[in-house]
């Protein structure tokens, strides 16, 4: 299979456009976020890092739950452009799910095509996963070639009312899937329920990940998870520490009627504009 690679200029997109790429296609990259000494320094925390294999290769390694470590990875949280485009699509008021580091070595096979997110929660993303809004930020360390474990999707995906959508599957491949190579430095963006992965690395060096899972205070899991550690979050940056309130936290109404009072007569985070 010979897929389509987008190579588009990623930095000629507005926020309107960045928006409605996210929001329609289901991906979007933020190009070249991090400078060359910025990458560096994540690169020296995560070169000490214990790792483990995932399931199916050894040449896959992860670490869960890197957000307490402390220097560069943890201030990589709050990176200001990316806050910024999160609280202009998600709303000012965030939380992060999950915080994990990714090492795709030569010789992995490469990811199947997956979804983040599931609605009643799942063995492998819990039930955190079951937030009804989430976006997850992969920054990448290394350069995304087409050797080099790039990043696929298939777009659109997400929208689909199919049963081929059902967030549980996962594919070997899919015709529609696109490359997305991407420079050091740089982010790709997705929604929780795009199908997608990244290609196996036959490549002769790694390639090196941090994962960070947003989502709007309101999109809560659907029943009780673990609470943070409260002393590890004391110990968190101040400015860092709201985005770790409690993780059960949600907006919703059950006994919302038919005419609440103080209904607002405009919103701007629904209207087509925001893409504009």
Known sequence: MNPRVDTRDWGALSTGGRIRQLEVEGYLVLPDLLTPAE???LKRQTAGFETQAVDYSERQRYRS???FMGGAITGLIVHPPTLTFLRALLGEELLVTSYA???SEPGHPG???HTDGQPYGSAIFGYRGSAPVLVRVLYYLDDLTREVSPFRVVPCSHLSLHAD????LRYERHPDE???PVRAGSA???HHRVFHGNYPNVGDRPREMLALAYRPAWAGPIVEVAPWDPAEVARLPEHIRPLFADPNTRHADFNAGNKPAGMRTEAPGISPERWK
Do not use: K, T
Not at 165 to 168: R, T
């Open 65 to 67: 739950e890197v957000q």
């Open 165 to 168: 959508g059902n967030p549980y």
């Open 101 to 103: 580091y990714a090492r």
């Open 178 to 180: 696109v490359m997305v």
């Open 111 to 113: 990811i199947s095509l």
């Open 39 to 41: 990458v560096a320094a």
């Open 188 to 190: 790709v963006l997705i």
